[in-house]
């Protein structure tokens, strides 16, 4: 697909913009509130229509980090394991800091989801008779009987 060349062509679905003057794709500022550590990371490559997996240079220590976000802060966390290496350029202080940065996203996140509202509670209608109905319907034709 569309590469870091600097060009400013290709495909990169709603995470990414096209490519920027030093060749790397640009992230949504909504994409960032959500995910910050994308900030620390030039992404060089991205994946399908949806994002999908990308490929990132470290803006620190210059590694190459195939995957996904959650690679990305592994790396940035120094977690090691995770499928990529730990950022050697990375002093305590800044991890510190990415950590501050993930935590801070993650509130907002939580304070914007979907709020739990109750529901009105159904209360079943009975017929003047007090019984519920039956689920059938009463056979009616067009013609009235009499006695």
């Known amino acids: 697909m569309a590469s870091g060349s600097g060009s400013g062509t290709g495909s990169t679905g709603s995470l990414f913009s096209p490519t920027n003057a030093t060749g790397g794709f640009v992230m949504s500022e909504i994409r960032l509130r959500k995910t910050p550590l994308w900030r620390h990371v030039k992404v060089l490559q991205t994946h399908g229509a949806d994002g999908g997996n990308t490929k990132s240079e470290c803006l620190y220590c210059g590694s190459i980090i195939p ?77 009235t009987e009499f006695p």
């Open 67 to 143: 995957g996904s976000y959650s690679r990305v802060k592994a790396h940035l966390f120094k977690e090691q394991g995770k499928g990529t290496g730990i950022c050697t350029q990375a002093t305590p202080e800044m991890v510190a800091q990415f950590h501050a940065e993930e935590d801070a996203a993650k509130s907002v996140a939580q304070d914007s989801s979907p709020r739990s509202v109750p529901m009105p509670v159904h209360i079943p209608v009975t017929h003047s008779v007090g019984r519920p109905p039956s689920g059938k319907r009463k056979k009616q034709s067009g013609i």
